[in-house]
């Protein structure tokens, strides 16, 4: 408590011309209990979640719902309305607690889902928009960040968000505050947008790189042939085609049964999951040397479980579809992924660079609404293009120079947009704690167009 006691004394004296005040003296806080179930006897509705507010500033129509269900009392409390705000409310890190984002207009059907703090300002008390951009600002986000409990995962409670406090300025002063960071927010934004957009650009430039790579090859204006095979459209004529099961023995894995404790005691095999995963989306890591999770011997002999050798290529086949990587060292997985332990015939560098250039492939063959899976007949059926080894390993050493060159350029352009979010984000709480005279600023601004 001291420490949040603190926190609050450091705000009052940032704001110390102004009133703060808590939350729930200017807006209800409603944590929402609307989750993903769908039940014939509910209204449908569809869903707002946790992601739509995460990635998003605005709630707009242009966001695709999950559709849903939920009772009519519900749908009466939760329904978005303009002017409400929606909050993050727990998350894997605590810097992730009170994201939020803006509802500018009423939906008819559209409800704040599950992990997420619905936040209904007093219009009479405060202006919607000044509240948003107060909690866009330093000072909540750190008490949000001192108020968050857990290990693994981080929440704060409905008493603790109500209480984090805020600036309170008198409505002119909020009004022009506003108006300053929309013209503010617009130029940085507009700088934002343009960075966003090459790194994008590179982002395609490096996946075309890889897949030119994989299915034509590396040298000057090769002999190309067609090839009916889903998705290899031509390859050197020199080169086969071949279903990858062929050329690479595939394994899947299993769970051992969790009900079993015995199965659970001294584990140090190291084991694949879906936890594993994430540093492999960005597509810049290759190999995996440690899991998130390990079984025992006694497990994995009494499960489909079996110990795959270093150089095991890695697909992800649920959940988290169509992601890949290479085990550093003897591992075994979970049922959720195909493993391929590749024969004389193939590299596995060669064939992980493949993998990772049939997204479209993997969307093609993705069943399932909610969860989805791509079953083993699919995955016996993949065809892989199949160069001599000596090109394989050219091709290879190419994908890697060159996007090695391309992640240099991404991660400089990453490095100016993190900098304009940064000044962003000060350039708002400067502006909502009274750092700035906005009226002075605005002032100035007509002086020099006169």
Known sequence: MSGTKTLQNAITEVVREWDTVPLKGVSEVYPSNVDKKSSDD???????????????????????FMEATTTEAKSNRFRLREGDILITKDSESKDDIGIPAYVPADFDDVVCGYHLFLIRPDKSSISPRFLFNCLKSRLPQTQFENLANG?????????????????????????????FLSDGETSLNRAMSGFEGISEL????????????????VSDDPTLTDVESGWIDQVPEHWDVVRTRFVAELHSGHT???????????????????????????????????????????????????????????????????????????MATSQDFANWVCDDELIPEYLLYVFRSMDQEFNRLMQGSTHQTIYMPDIKSFKTPLPPLEEQREIVDHIETETERLWELIDRVEETIDLLEEKRQALITAAVTGQIDVSDVKNEAKASQT
Not at 202 to 217: D, E, F, M, N, P
């Open 151 to 179: 290990v693994t995962r981080y929440g704060i409670t409905t008493g603790d968000a109500k209480n984090v406090r805020i600036p309170h300025p008198d409505a002119r002063s909020q009004d022009q505050i506003i108006d």
């Open 256 to 330: 051992p049964d969790r009900s079993n404790d015995e199965y659970w005691e001294d584990t140090d095999i190291p084991w694949v999951t879906t936890s594993d995963i994430k540093p492999f989306r960005e597509g810049r890591k290759r190999y995996l040397y440690e899991t998130e999770n390990q079984i025992s011997e006694l497990g994995m002999e009494n499960s489909g479980a079996h110990l795959l050798p270093e150089g095991t290529v890695f697909l992800s086949r649920t959940a988290s579809v169509g992601f890949s990587g290479i085990m550093g060292e003897p």
């Open 202 to 217: 590179l982002h395609s430039k490096r996946k075309a790189t890889i897949r030119q790579s994989v299915t034509t090859g």
């Open 42 to 64: 509910e209204d449908p509705v569809r869903l707002c979640n946790y992601t739509d507010v995460y990635y998003n500033d605005e709630i707009t129509e242009d966001i695709e």
